[in-house]
């Protein structure tokens, strides 16, 4: 069993800052990526491999950074210069090397303008 929790979701004002962090524990043997998704759709915000290679929806490029903590088996997302269209609820997504995908339950973000 897998467990994956976010947090650090909450309300913000237009042009400020929030930090997310994800933590998976449980029956992991290896984890290929990690990555950041929000509704609605769920669209891609950002993911980093093990090898730290990271890939950015257009629309948070220089405004968002993915990091991870591979020994904590941990992925953040340090959020800058928040945009209104950036509210949603931001989910984390766990790739292990066995091809299989864990989620968490959401984080909601709300950016007021």
């Not at 929806?57 to 209104?84: E, H, W």
Request: proline share 2%; glycine share 12%; aromatic share 8%.
């Amino acid at each position: 069993q897998v467990q994956v929790v976010e947090s650090g979701g909450g309300l913000v004002q237009a042009g400020g800052s929030l930090r997310l962090s994800c933590a998976a524990s449980g029956s992991i043997f290896s984890i290929k990526t990690m990555g950041w998704y929000r509704q609605a759709p769920r669209e891609l915000v950002a993911t980093i491999t093990s090898g730290g290679s990271t890939n950015y929806a257009d629309s948070v490029k220089g405004r968002f950074t993915i990091s991870r903590d591979n020994a904590k088996n941990t992925v953040y997302l340090q959020m800058n210069s928040l945009k209104p269209e950036d509210t949603a609820v931001y989910y984390c997504k766990v790739l292990t090397g066995g091809a299989l995908s864990y989620w968490g339950q959401g984080t909601q973000v709300t950016v007021s303008s």
